[in-house]
């Protein structure tokens, strides 16, 4: 690597690059070890805001981010699990990391979909009853409409972005399940005045929840994106509200642990006339630790760390009076 480098730079650099390389070559690993791991791998701007929301768990959750995550399956109603796996309290099925899914058995048949065990939750929270018109905004590539669809729910998906869309297609025909999709942006949508009894945003965010599956999200991501992806949520969640029938249900999902995306989006619910409907602890079995006192849903990677933890995830319930 060192005499690539050194191929690379014009030539009176050459030796400064050769120099310096070889030192952090030699020198490197042993002044690695004497850093603090945790911190090391975590931009400042990440670590601050996640010790503001999560106190001294910063380092549990730091910790989490630095071991590969296991591949968890949702799977379809009546469908055997793979071999080689162990169903979690919440349902899910996990597998050891590294295990290819296109190589279990049940894949192709559209026996199951990958979905992380706190991924599943959202769309579980909503308690979908057969034959309800439900409405899946963001949709794609559908590990969520799957589970809206799986329930019995007659359900339309909504996805801005064409070619996710198709994803969705392939995803749901490989499953055999059904949904309408809808290719629009789904604050502009206006679904012909109808108005649904369960809604889920799953809405597009910082993705800081995912870094143990994307852990290049803390390098591409910056302190500034948060508000933009606030604002985009706020206007997301206004266009759900507006879509909801009276007594009907939304669940706003982030997959964020940044409080901008999550906690804080209750002031606008409750200005939007939305009232929290408190999740209930035995709804989350063995998960009690991630209901909050205002009875919202907050997994972080550090939960269940002892079963190879979960996604960080952000979830409410609203009911519209
Ligand atoms: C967090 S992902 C959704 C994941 C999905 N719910 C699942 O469980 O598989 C967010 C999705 O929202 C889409 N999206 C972003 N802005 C949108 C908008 N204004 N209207 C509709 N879809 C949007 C993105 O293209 C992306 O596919």
């Known amino acids: 690597a060192v005499g690539s480098a050194v191929d690379l730079v014009p030539a009176p650099f050459a030796g400064l690059v050769n120099a310096v390389l070889r030192k952090v ?61 162990e169903v979690l309290p919440t349902g899910t099925w996990r597998y050891p990391a590294g295990t290819r899914v296109t190589e279990l058995a049940g894949f192709a048949e559209g026996a199951f979909w990958v979905q992380d065990a706190a991924a599943a939750l959202p769309a579980r929270l909503l308690a979908v009853r057969p034959g309800e018109r439900v409405v899946d905004l963001c949709a794609a590539p559908g590990g969520k409409t799957a589970q809206l669809a799986a329930a019995g729910g007659a359900v339309t998906a909504v996805e801005r972005d064409p070619k996710r869309a198709a994803r969705l297609r392939e995803n749901l025909a490989r499953l055999q399940l059904p949904a309408e999709v809808v290719v629009t942006d789904a604050v502009q949508w206006d679904a012909g005045g109808a108005s649904f009894d369960a809604i889920l945003l799953d809405a597009p965010c910082s993705a800081t929840g995912t870094i143990r599956r994307h852990p290049d999200v803390p390098y591409l991501k910056r302190a500034k994106d948060i508000p933009a992806m606030a604002e985009l949520q706020r206007a997301l969640l206004a266009a759900a509200a507006r879509r909801l029938a009276p007594g009907g249900r ?51 990677p550090d939960l269940w760390a002892d079963r190879g933890g979960m996604d960080g995830f952000f979830a409410a319930r609203f009911r519209k009076p």
């Open 25 to 85: 070559a030699e020198a490197g690993p042993a002044a690695l070890e004497g850093l603090d791991a945790e911190r090391r791998d975590t931009p400042g701007w990440l670590w601050t805001a996640w010790h503001t929301a999560y106190g001294p768990a910063v380092r549990a959750i730091a910790a989490a981010h630095r071991t590969e995550a296991p591949l968890d399956l949702s799977l379809k109603p009546g469908a055997t699990a793979p071999e080689g796996g």
């Open 250 to 300: 939304l669940v706003l999902a982030t997959c964020s642990l940044q409080a901008e995306e999550g906690e804080a989006h209750l002031a606008a619910a409750a200005a939007l006339g939305l009232a929290v409907d408190p999740v209930r602890p035995e709804e989350l079995p063995s998960l009690a630790e991630a209901i909050t006192p205002a009875g919202t849903l907050r997994t972080r």
